[in-house]
């Protein structure tokens, strides 16, 4: 019988056979049959050192990933996203806290970026200098491997940024393609003078146009127009050049050994560059996510992708792969759709705009999953395109208008208080800082803030995939009256929605609004029904109460119907409802009261901003 080393390399062969083959497949489709077999040749060199160098601990996990697949889509999983130095001053903080997540329930830890990047201003770290260090402030690689361990001891997986689109001026690759590398210039799109760039201007979109107008910048040591889609300080990188692909597949593995287990693909729809479009989701995109996916799944099968692809519903699904693509692409996919809705609904009181939209969208792949919130570390910007507001008799320009005066306090009886962020004067488009309790009408004291909130965590851990908690929402945490205190945030107001984690308050156990135990509620029911797993399919029912957003989830034990009131005033779960189900009076049983639900001639009663989530009992 083979030992361990044996049966490690045994199976690392064994992978090999069986996705090489797609893998070559798939450069052939990016860079032409001639190029394909010697780029396949330098993965596979790259698959293989990364696989030797493999801690045996992390060679463990991945035999129990693989025996385990589901392991991320399970209804006990939940996760939190948080800034290290914000959650606890260090990354060693953050394993000291490591039994708060756990105690939480939470079995992933996304933070956000920590990866050395250029000295401010730096997009918030997205602008990284170094992938192969931490920064300074935060600790050393060896304390994110410390931490990792610390984090897989407690069942939690660690989950990084890996900006894919483009690298600070200050990386290696742009100094030295500013000192004359032939090699590392052909690293990024550069052009001699603005024939190039102006063509491609013509259909490119402004990301910031308050601060970063335009999408390419003169840079004197290089001698040239180079793209910088973001901010001038950050280099657009060329994937049409195979050896970035290899870098960035050896930086992937590298990190994984460290012990990250998620790696979020940050501004992935942008990778790839085509004349006459606006260059985001264009098919290279998802063939080189296939590529580096393939790459981890021979020498690290453990490890999973996250695309942060914050695009149209249309272009989303491709994400996790559709077509040929099917679940091949990205394990998680942000459901940004899902979170634009909670709020619209919110606002409005009605339901319809969000159930037409969500509809829209068709079941993922069975093997990924969405990853559903209610808030992030970002703006939120109102994607509601015109066609679903048309759909259901709004007109989008006044809707997307509407949102952003109630989210910023100007509209008459909003509860909310955002922060306008990057107004267009020439679209209209203003998106909206914030956290979520002072958005949900915390922050003014409106009696039905707390169960706003916990309502739209009830949407989220209802609807299918990954939820994940944003740091200081199980608290309420309002907005931080001192965000601009900080010259290096004075001008960024979504530093208004990360603040710092109060730990005196949090180990007082003090919970005045009842928000911390209705969430810890909320997660203890989600875990106890196997409906709730991702792979079981989501059904978005047109509403028979313009109030109710319905949400059927499907399992072999039967049905759940996921009811949610988002307005503050009383509505109903119709009998129709009810009995197309096939979830009859006698056998009812609500999960988040424990109880059978109350019936008035056959119809549930749902009092303002409350949820039910019903099903036949055991």
């Not at 060199?45 to 493999?54: D, F, L, P, Q, T």
Request: overall charge negative; proline content about 7%.
């Amino acid at each position: 019988m083979p030992g361990p080393d044996a049966a490690a390399e045994e199976t690392f062969e064994d992978r090999l056979r069986a996705l090489v083959p797609d893998l070559r497949d798939t450069l052939e489709r990016v860079y032409g049959a001639d190029v394909a077999p010697g780029v396949t040749d330098r993965l596979v060199a790259i698959a293989r050192g990364g696989h030797e160098a493999r801690p045996a601990e992390l060679r463990a996990l991945d035999e129990e990933r693989m025996r385990n697949p589901d392991w991320f889509q399970r209804p006990g999983m939940v996760g939190y996203a948080a800034y290290a130095d914000r959650f606890a001053g260090s990354l060693a903080g953050v394993g000291e806290r490591a039994a708060y997540l756990r105690d939480l329930g939470v079995g992933y830890l996304h933070l956000m970026p920590l990866l050395t990047p250029r000295p401010a201003p730096n997009d918030g770290g997205y602008a990284v200098m170094d992938y192969r260090s931490v920064r300074p402030d935060l600790g050393t690689i060896d304390d994110l491997r410390d931490l990792a361990t610390t984090l897989r001891a407690q069942g939690i997986s660690l989950c990084l940024d890996l900006v894919l689109n483009h690298v600070a001026r200050e990386h290696e690759w742009a100094v030295a393609a500013r000192a004359g590398d032939p090699e590392k210039r052909a690293y990024f799109h550069v052009y001699d003078d603005r024939t190039g760039p102006d063509a491609f201007e013509a259909t490119l979109p402004e990301v910031f146009p308050d601060f970063a107008p335009g999408s390419f910048t003169w840079d004197d040591e290089l001698a040239g127009w180079v793209w910088t889609t973001f901010n001038d300080y950050q280099w657009d990188v060329d994937w049409s050049n195979p050896a970035v692909l290899c870098e960035y597949a050896d930086l992937i593995l590298g990190l994984a050994n460290l012990g990250v287990e998620v790696f979020r693909l940050d501004a992935i729809a942008f990778i790839w560059k085509r004349l006459g479009t606006d260059c985001q989701n264009q098919p290279e995109v998802h063939e080189l996510t296939r590529a580096l996916r393939t790459v981890a799944r021979i020498a690290a099968p453990a490890v999973l992708f996250k695309a942060e692809a914050i695009v149209g519903p249309a272009d989303l699904p491709a994400y996790l792969g559709v077509g040929h693509h099917h679940g091949r692409v990205s394990d998680l996919a942000y459901h940004n759709g899902l979170m634009v809705q909670v709020w619209s609904m919110l606002a409005s009181g009605e339901v319809g705009l969000a159930a037409h939209a969500l509809q829209q969208l068709p079941q993922p792949p069975s093997t990924t999953a969405w990853v559903t919130y209610v808030r992030c570390h970002d703006d939120i910007g109102w994607a509601v395109s015109d066609e679903d507001a048309r759909a259901v008799g709004l007109d989008p320009v006044a809707h997307r208008r509407f949102l952003s005066d109630w989210y910023s306090g100007s509209f008459p009886g909003s509860w909310a208080r955002g922060l306008v962020f990057q107004e267009n004067e020439a679209t209209g488009d203003r998106r909206i800082s914030g956290s979520l309790a002072s958005l949900a009408g915390l922050e003014v004291g409106d009696p039905g803030a707390a169960a706003r909130i916990l309502l739209a965590h009830a949407v989220i851990l209802s609807f299918g995939g990954l939820p994940v908690l944003w740091m200081g929402d199980e608290l309420g945490l309002l907005n931080d009256a001192g965000w601009a205190d900080d010259p290096a945030h004075a001008a960024d107001n979504r530093w208004v929605h990360r603040p710092r984690m109060p730990w005196p308050e949090v180990e007082s156990g003090r919970d005045p609004h009842g928000i911390t135990a209705g969430l810890r509620h909320l997660l203890d029911v989600r875990r106890s029904l196997p409906h709730l797993h991702a792979a079981s399919p989501t059904e978005v029912w047109d509403p028979r109460d313009p109030r109710v957003l319905l949400v059927v989830r499907r399992h072999p034990s039967g049905p759940l119907l996921a009811a949610h009131n988002m307005s503050g005033e009383q509505a109903w779960v119709s009998a129709d409802v009810l009995h197309w189900l096939g979830l009859h009076a006698d056998g009812l049983h609500d999960a988040l009261s424990g109880t059978a639900p109350s019936l008035v001639e056959g119809a549930v009663p749902l009092e303002p901003y409350a949820a039910v989530w019903l099903h036949g009992g055991s």
